[in-house]
T-cell receptor, first 115, second 112 residues
Framework: DTEVTQTPKHLVMGMTNKKSLKCEQH?????MYWYKQKAKKPPELMFV???????INESVPSRFSPECPNSSLLNLHLHALQPEDSALYLC??????????????FGEGSWLTVV | AQSVTQPDIHITVSEGASLELRCNYS??????LFWYVQSPGQGLQLLLK??????LVQGIKGFEAEFKRSQSSFNLRKPSVHWSDAAEYFC??????????FGTGTSLTVIP
C-alpha cells in the first residue's frame, strides 16, 4: 500500500479556475516530488523539494505553483491552466535527495481535466 | 548520457504463461535499477529494486529481475502470469541520487 496520499483523486476545472492538488506522506521522507504523466507515457518530473526547499523546477510554466508547507505536505496550486495540462499528476517522496540509491515512492495520483 | 530502453511497447501473454519484460540501460557507473508497475487508473507501485549484491532480485507479487552488467540489462520475469498483472510496467535507472530516468514503458495484456 502506498504511503503517499493524494487528494483529490479527480479534478475538473475551467481554464479560469484556481485549484490545488494536495499530497501527504508520513514516512519521514525529506524529499518530495511532483510528476506529470500523460496516457501511456512515463512520468515527467516537474518539481523537487528537499528539506522543504525547492531544489528542482524543470522549466514548468508559472501556472503551476508548488508549495511545501512542512516536511510531510506538498501542494500544487493550479491557475489559468490549458486543456493540454490535463493529465495524471503524481506526488512522490524519497528518503532524501541527492543520495546514492534514492528510492522514489509514488502516490495514486490526481486525475486533472481542464475544460 | 543516461537512458533506459524498454524495447517492447506492448506484450500479450496467456494467463499462466511465463513473462519476461526487457529493460536496457545506458549509464557509465553502477546503476540503481527499479521496476514499477502501474495498474489502470493508479499510481506507480515499486515492484523491486537493485542496488548491489546478488544480481537476482526478488520483488512483490511474485516478480523477479536479473541484473546483467555485461548486457546492460535488468529484465523482469514472472513464472506464471495472473490476469491481475495486466498493467503498464516501467523500468527506471537512478543515478547519482538525484537523477531518475524512466523507460517508455511496456503495456502488458493478459488473455484468459
Amino acid at each position: 500500500d502506498t504511503e503517499v496520499t493524494q487528494t483529490p483523486k479527480h479534478l475538473v476545472m475551467g481554464m479560469t479556475n484556481k485549484k490545488s492538488l494536495k499530497c501527504e506522506q508520513h514516512m519521514g521522507h525529506r524529499a518530495m516530488y511532483w510528476y506529470k504523466q500523460k496516457a501511456k507515457k512515463p512520468p515527467e518530473l516537474m518539481f523537487v523539494y528537499s528539506y522543504e526547499k525547492l531544489s528542482i523546477n524543470e522549466s514548468v510554466p508559472s501556472r503551476f505553483s508548488p508549495e511545501c508547507p512542512n516536511s510531510s505536505l506538498l501542494n500544487l496550486h493550479l491557475h489559468a491552466l490549458q486543456p493540454e495540462d490535463s493529465a495524471l499528476y503524481l506526488c512522490a517522496s524519497s528518503q532524501d535527495w541527492g543520495q546514492i540509491g534514492n528510492t522514489i515512492y509514488f502516490g495514486e495520483g490526481s486525475w486533472l481535466t481542464v475544460v | 548520457a543516461q537512458s533506459v530502453t524498454q524495447p517492447d511497447i506492448h506484450i500479450t501473454v496467456s494467463e499462466g504463461a511465463s513473462l519476461e519484460l526487457r529493460c536496457n540501460y545506458s549509464y557509465g557507473a553502477t546503476p540503481y535499477l527499479f521496476w514499477y508497475v502501474q495498474s489502470p487508473g493508479q499510481g506507480l507501485q515499486l515492484l523491486l529494486k537493485y542496488f548491489s549484491g546478488d544480481t537476482l532480485v526478488q520483488g512483490i507479487k511474485g516478480f523477479e529481475a536479473e541484473f546483467k552488467r555485461s548486457q546492460s540489462s535488468f529484465n523482469l520475469r514472472k513464472p506464471s502470469v495472473h490476469w491481475s498483472d495486466a498493467a503498464e510496467y516501467f523500468c527506471a535507472v537512478g543515478a547519482n541520487g538525484n537523477q531518475f530516468y524512466f523507460g517508455t514503458g511496456t503495456s502488458l495484456t493478459v488473455i484468459p
